[in-house]
């Protein structure tokens, strides 16, 4: 008799009680909780990341270009089958596709906007300026907030002359 008992008190505790069973899953609740905010917003960090990469290989390219420049002085430059046209101290010109093909900056990825841009959903571009703003939220209010902009060298009027190199900015407070 001893020996049923034991074996019926056995097969009583087998698994998991109703109780903890509930506890798990309110606990793993939780951490998907905490958790899916940080993942949701991988596009905007990703956007983020593409936008400081395009910054990077506009720096790059202007870089190889002033120095060709600086060693032939002549215009255009040649640049990886592209003939870059450069200006009085060396460095690219505002021609947006210009600019574009030479940082290898794809239209399918991003938007151009040209100089002396100013609408709502685009950043505000000068005469002497051009931005690539991600496919992804070009046309949105985020575009006004989620760009690279190129502007072009200033050579001043003194002499000699003071050159001040392009500026290439970024903004991703929008992405």
Not at 28 to 41: C, H, Q, S, V, Y
Not at 83 to 88: F, H, I, L, R, W
Request: with cysteine.
């Amino acid at each position: 008799m001893k020996k049923f008992s034991n074996s019926m008190r056995r097969s009583q505790q087998a698994g998991f009680t109703l109780i903890e069973l509930i506890v798990v899953i309110v606990i793993l609740g939780i951490l998907a909780a905490t958790a899916l905010p940080r993942f949701m917003d991988v596009g905007t960090e990703a956007r983020a990341a593409s936008v400081s990469a395009v910054r990077g290989s506009l720096n790059a390219a202007t870089a190889m270009v002033h120095s060709r420049w600086l060693i032939s002085q002549t215009s255009p430059v040649k640049m990886e089958g592209l003939d870059v046209t450069v200006d009085a101290a060396g460095y690219p010109t505002i021609a947006t596709t210009q600019i574009a093909s030479m940082a290898g900056i794809n239209s399918t990825d991003y938007t151009t906007i040209a100089p002396n841009s100013s609408v709502a959903t685009a950043p505000t571009t000068g005469a002497s300026e051009t931005a690539f703003v991600p496919i992804s939220v070009a046309g949105t209010s985020k575009a006004a907030k989620c760009y690279v902009k190129y502007a072009a060298a200033v050579i001043s009027s003194a002499t000699p002359p003071v050159v001040t190199p392009p500026v290439i900015s970024q903004d991703t407070s929008g992405c």
